[in-house]
């Protein structure tokens, strides 16, 4: 099972020996940070936002009716569902291993965890966890509460208010402690349907130079959705776990993160040969061929 001590040696000591974090990693922080202020931007500058409280309900700095704001909305909310279905055909899983908030975070906690050597350490992670878990639920509150809750509601609608935030704060916390990537894994509603969108495409990880591979499986140690790298394109079916459901193939619960192929470049790097896997648009006939030699599929 990756997701834990295995999967924690493999990337923290690639890490430590890459000594700067790699380019995957350089690129999720960069989409993960622009896609939360772009959503922040939302609320705070009133191109969306409903006001369940106070009825301040906005579009595009327009104060309109709940019904009004909801019926504008609907139209731009269709083209975005329609891009996400474009990108998740054609694409994979980017989504869940690029853009995902939930999967930053957890990446985060991830990197916290490495590094607390100390009660100290684990104190300071920790409070640096519940505030980015803090932040990023203070943003939810925001597209449906005035924050004018707190000093101008009665008191019944002020505690329904806190619940409402403390409840977000406390379930992200919990959710990316306790579960981690392994919630991306079983238990991802989004993640289920991206994959059935996903099912066909013909981009993702491809086992491109066999004969550079050193048989080390630290792509697999490293997996966070428990795959098998070296095998995905073949496309083979495995049992369901959680919300996801027999008869999906691992090609399509890739989630396209890049954690296998960065193993595989840091594993095969003093070889000064090609790296065995790669991502991105696949080769005709890749989906077709798997590596049934280096052993069998999970599933």
Same mark, same amino acid.
């Given at each position: ?5 295995q ?62 704001v ?14 996400i ?65 707190f ?14 935030l ?18 991306c ?7 289920? !349907?991206?994959?059935?969108? =996903? ?7 491809? *086992? +491109?130079?066999?004969?550079? #591979?050193? /048989? $080390? ?19 083979? !079916?495995?049992?369901g776990? =959680? ?7 691992? *090609? +399509?619960?890739?989630?396209? #993160?890049? /954690? $296998? ?39």
């Open positions: 099972m990756p997701l834990g001590k999967r924690d040696k493999v990337v923290l000591g690639l890490g430590k020996a890459r000594g700067k974090p790699h380019r995957y990693s350089n690129w999720r922080w960069a989409v993960a940070i622009a896609f939360t202020l772009a959503i922040a931007a939302l609320p705070f500058f009133g191109i969306i936002r409903f006001d369940l409280w106070g009825g301040h309900h906005h579009y595009l700095g327009e104060q309109l009716g709940l019904v009004e909801a019926r504008r909305f609907a139209f731009p909310f269709l083209g975005v569902n329609l891009a279905i474009l990108v998740s055909r054609f694409f994979g899983r980017y989504l869940c291993g690029f853009v995902c908030p939930y999967g930053a975070v957890a990446r985060f906690a991830e990197w916290l965890r490495f590094r607390a050597k100390t009660r100290k350490d684990r104190i300071i992670g920790g409070a640096l966890l519940i505030t980015t878990c803090s932040v990023l639920s203070a943003i939810t509150f925001s597209f449906w509460l005035d924050w004018r809750v000093s101008d509601a009665s008191a019944p609608w002020k505690i329904v208010a806190s619940m409402f403390l409840g977000m704060i406390t379930s992200f916390y919990v959710f990316v402690q306790k579960l981690g990537l392994g919630f894994r079983n238990w991802c509603p989004s993640g289920v !349907y991206f994959a059935l969108l =996903g099912h066909d495409t013909n981009n993702g990880i491809e *086992f +491109a130079h066999p004969q550079n #591979c050193t /048989d $080390c499986k630290a792509c697999e140690k490293a997996c966070p959705m428990d795959l098998l790298p070296r095998e995905l394109s073949g496309g083979k !079916y495995r049992e776990s =959680g919300f996801y459901p027999d008869g999906m193939s691992n *090609f +399509a619960l890739c989630i396209r #993160c890049g /954690d $296998c192929v960065s193993a595989c470049e840091g594993t095969t790097a003093r070889l000064n040969v090609a790296t065995p896997l790669r991502m991105g648009f696949l080769p005709s006939g890749a989906r077709d061929s798997a590596a049934p030699e280096h052993g069998e599929l999970k599933g």
